[in-house]
């Protein structure tokens, strides 16, 4: 078995969706789960802080800096992970599919190296 990285990908800017939309994003987000726990395919999920939370460490020279804020400015930031374990990618690609469906962002699917 392989183990696939789902990652949320939320857009940086604009309003989230409206108390009673995000409900229902959320309780489509809880079923997908509970379906990928009893397919035996979930490992681990969870949503993250916006990226004003984060705090980047960057080596230089004999150094660590650290700054607050995320590495990167962009238009789209992790919101967050589901580390799923698959027969193959069509298998994790078909999660990452239910998971787009259940949180209506795009879904990156990314093999672990080992």
Known sequence: MKQYLLTVVEP???????????EKIMARVAENER??????????????????????????????????GPFVEGKEHVGGIMIIQCEDLDEALEWGRR?????TLPIEVRPFRW
């Open 99 to 103: 998971t787009a469906e259940a949180t």
């Open 12 to 22: 940086s800017f604009g309003e989230p969706p409206a108390p009673p939309e995000m």
């Open 35 to 68: 379906a990928a726990k009893e397919a035996g395919v979930w490992l681990f999920s969870g949503g993250l802080f916006p990226p004003a939370s984060a705090t980047t460490l960057r080596p230089k020279n004999d150094e660590v800096l650290i700054t607050d």
